[in-house]
T-cell receptor, first 112, second 114 residues
Framework: GDSVTQMEGPVTLSEEAFLTINCTYTATGYPSLFWYVQYPGEGLQLLLKATKADDKGSNKGFEATYRKETTSFHLEKGSVQVSDSAVYFCALTYSSASKIIFGSGTRLSIRP | DADVTQTPRNRITKTGKRIMLECSQTKGHDRMYWYRQDPGLGLRLIYYSFDVKDINKGEISDGYSVSRQAQAKFSLSLESAIPNQTALYFC?????????????FGPGTRLTVL
């Protein structure tokens, strides 16, 4: 079946450091890929998406490229801020699907 | 105002009690979902509804039931709560007209069963 695997946290970085959170997936078809972010005390919100191979999603300085050949969708940011501290979820879904398949989440903490 | 609201935000109850969690949305979406979040497990789907007359089980529906009272309202019930139902519960919505199934989440309800 379909699944999403992301790097375990917690990840702790200093402000302005480079961020990578790894995500790989297993899919039987051609899914869309998402990164969701969950700030403390809040629900999940969509950070970025890519709907087909080689697409690059970007938002708020974060980027991720849909790599079909490596079945990956790694999240990157060149210079993180304290306000980026949150839990990040990689996910996949199909347009006709009932649900989103989430990874287990990666907690990110940024030190001032 | 929030587009997806959940009540209550926090609830502590005892084993065997019946509990209802409520979700309302003002986004006009036709699809609604209930998930639970446990540490290290991501989110798991409990039930989903594609319209008022459509209710479907997710991957972990045992011990739960739902009611879609209107397009904007979707409630989750625990008929007889047990401690391993202690978790963070999220309601979500989506629009069937959007091709990539983006879901919009409420702020969550933290449920503790003693």
């Amino acid at each position: 079946g379909d699944s999403v695997t992301q790097m375990e946290g917690p990840v702790t970085l200093s402000e302005e450091a480079f961020l990578t959170i790894n995500c790989t997936y297993t899919a039987t078809g051609y899914p869309s890929l998402f990164w969701y972010v969950q700030y403390p005390g809040e629900g999940l919100q969509l950070l970025l998406k890519a709907t087909k191979a080689d697409d690059k999603g970007s938002n708020k300085g974060f980027e991720a490229t849909y790599r079909k050949e490596t079945t990956s969708f790694h999240l990157e940011k060149g210079s993180v801020q304290v306000s980026d501290s949150a839990v990040y979820f990689c996910a996949l879904t199909y347009s006709s699907a009932s649900k989103i398949i989430f990874g287990s989440g990666t907690r990110l903490s940024i030190r001032p | 105002d929030a587009d997806v609201t959940q009540t209550p935000r926090n609830r502590i109850t005892k084993t065997g009690k019946r509990i209802m969690l409520e979700c309302s949305q003002t986004k006009g979406h036709d699809r609604m979902y209930w998930y639970r979040q446990d540490p290290g497990l991501g989110l798991r789907l409990i039930y989903y509804s594609f319209d008022v007359k459509d209710i479907n089980k997710g991957e972990i529906s045992d011990g739960y039931s739902v009611s879609r009272q209107a397009q904007a309202k979707f409630s989750l019930s625990l008929e007889s709560a047990i401690p391993n139902q202690t978790a963070l519960y999220f309601c979500a919505t989506s629009d069937s007209g959007i091709p990539y199934n983006e879901q919009f989440f409420g702020p969550g309800t933290r449920l503790t069963v003693l």
